[in-house]
């Protein structure tokens, strides 16, 4: 079970992690570059609320990203908190701009567009998870669940005090006032091990990019710029844009990983990675390389 210290980095998910790469090596679709930058920026939200909780990480136990299966029904919680006396289940929204709740309750973004209630999927959220909490023994009164929005730009007119909303503004103090050093008042342990029971190790819905239709370019990236980076020395590659150098070691390394990211599923040969890099190691030396891997 991952929980949040002070040095915890959020891990990429797998499918940003693949248009990441391909972004560098292929032309997305217009789809495919819309939905990496919704990860990105669903992503940044959530590392902002980490590093604001970080501080509180010895007294809070903090598990992010969850997805489990409850029911036949999956359920994602970007960050569940558990403190001495309450358990927090937060929704991440990093929606920026102007948002609007109309008179009838509908969701509109800053272009006007509707859009799905957080709320209803939060409600959604905890009724599972409070079936969880009622099988560990533990008191459903205790949980509470907020959709909380990081972004300092975000507004949202029409919406109430009474409603389950953290905004920006508010995040600080609200992590404060619940890291009170209080007994604790219920087994957290037994929510943790129901939580293990009933955790996917990724969620059964991403679908990832079908790499058979894309094109992707060979080579060695520079690991900044993106570039084509070649041969410099017998032992060091070269980025042909910002000059940058790196070690022949640590370029092969690197984009070996990429590899087996793009081509996770399929068998990997020799010969592809060496196609993979345009040619720019030799044989024998990936084959040195794989032999140590
Ligand atoms: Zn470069």
């Known amino acids: 079970m991952v929980i949040i210290s002070s040095s915890y980095h959020r891990p990429y998910s797998q499918e940003l992690e693949l248009l990441r790469i391909l972004n560098r090596r292929s032309t997305l679709t217009e789809k495919q570059r819309n939905r990496l930058k919704q990860l990105e920026i669903g992503l940044a939200g959530e590392v902002f609320v980490d590093n604001k909780l970080k501080p509180y990480s010895e007294i809070l136990t903090v598990i992010p990203d969850i997805i489990m299966q409850i029911n036949h029904t999956h359920i994602q919680i970007d960050t569940l908190i558990l403190s001495p006396t309450s358990i927090y289940l937060f929704?991440?929204?990093?929606?920026?701009?102007?948002?609007?709740?109309?008179?009838?309750g509908y969701w509109l973004s800053p272009k006007h567009n509707y859009i799905l209630n957080p709320l209803i999927q939060l409600e959604r959220t905890q009724s599972l998870v409070r079936q969880l909490l009622a099988e560990a023994h533990v008191s459903v009164e205790l949980l509470q669940g907020y959709v909380l929005f990081p972004d300092p730009s975000f507004t949202l007119y029409g919406a109430k005090q009474t409603m389950p909303i953290i905004f920006s503004s508010q995040l600080d103090s609200f992590f404060k006032q619940i890291s009170s050093k209080l007994h604790n008042q219920f087994s957290q342990q037994k929510v943790i091990e129901r939580i293990d029971y009933y955790r996917l190790v990724s969620s059964p819905f991403t679908k990832l990019p079908?790499?058979?239709?894309?094109m992707i370019r060979p080579g060695v990236l520079c690991f900044f710029c993106f570039s084509p980076m070649t041969k410099s020395s017998q032992r060091t590659f070269k980025c042909t844009d910002c000059q940058?150098?790196?070690?022949?070691?640590?370029?092969?390394?690197?984009?070996?990983?990429?590899?087996?990211?793009?081509?996770?599923?399929?068998?990997?040969?020799?010969?592809s990675f060496h196609q993979y890099t345009d040619k720019q190691f030799s044989y024998s030396t990936i084959h040195r390389f794989l032999r140590n891997c």
């Open 91 to 104: 929704e991440i929204k990093n929606y920026f701009g102007n948002y609007e709740i109309t008179e009838d």
């Open 210 to 214: 079908d790499i058979n239709t894309m």
């Open 244 to 271: 940058k150098i790196e070690s022949a070691q640590n370029a092969l390394k690197r984009t070996y990983d990429e590899y087996t990211r793009i081509y996770q599923d399929h068998s990997t040969s020799l010969q």
